[in-house]
């Protein structure tokens, strides 16, 4: 399908979501990232940041489960150019990407999966939603496309925890 961006100047592609993959900040425990930092560390150009034209995650879940949104989109199962964010190299144009403030431990070095109460009440009912608005997605952790630890927990297993059928977990 070819959209019109907000832009009018820019006609691109857009794909059908494919998946919605959770990420952590790689920041230690109990301690709260703002949207202003996350664009520092994508938006930045290096050293400082990573030089990124977008953010990497639509959503950041806060320690007290707020949920705020960074990038603005139509909500509808269309990855349209303007939604696109840098969350995994290679599926950003098919994929929504959230995150959660946390995934180190206090020492800030150990990967650990940090959700507070909230952030996992929130989280789940984030996916469960999501899973609604577009029953063709499947769930998955940033560690099942990257060799890295983030989001910091199975989230295959946790998926099946919360009650999300197969179909929407993404197995490699």
């Not at 930092?37 to 639509?58: E, M, N, S």
């Not at 139509?74 to 150019?81: G, R």
């Not at 789940?124 to 063709?136: A, G, T, Y």
């Not at 983030?150 to 977990?169: A, E, Y």
Request: net charge positive.
């Amino acid at each position: 399908m070819i959209l019109l961006s907000p832009n009018p100047s820019i006609t691109t592609m857009s794909q059908n979501i494919k998946y919605l993959v959770i990420h952590c900040t790689a920041t230690r425990e109990f301690s709260e990232v703002t949207s202003d930092q996350i664009r520092h560390w994508h938006l930045d150009p290096p050293p400082a940041g990573r030089g990124w034209k977008q953010v990497g995650y639509t959503h950041l879940i806060h320690l007290n489960g707020s949920i705020e949104q960074l990038v603005p989109n139509n909500d509808d199962n269309i990855v349209d150019p303007w939604e696109i964010t840098n969350g995994v190299a290679g599926i950003n144009s098919v994929s929504v990407h959230i995150v959660y403030a946390g995934g180190l431990a206090a020492d800030g070095k150990k990967a650990k999966d940090t959700r507070t109460k909230a952030q996992v009440l929130a989280m789940r009912n984030f996916v469960l939603q999501f899973i609604l608005k577009h029953p063709e997605v499947k769930v998955a952790g940033h560690y099942q496309f990257a060799p890295k630890a983030c989001p910091s927990f199975d989230v295959t297993f946790w998926c099946r925890l919360i009650g999300i059928k197969s179909q929407n977990i993404y197995v490699p």
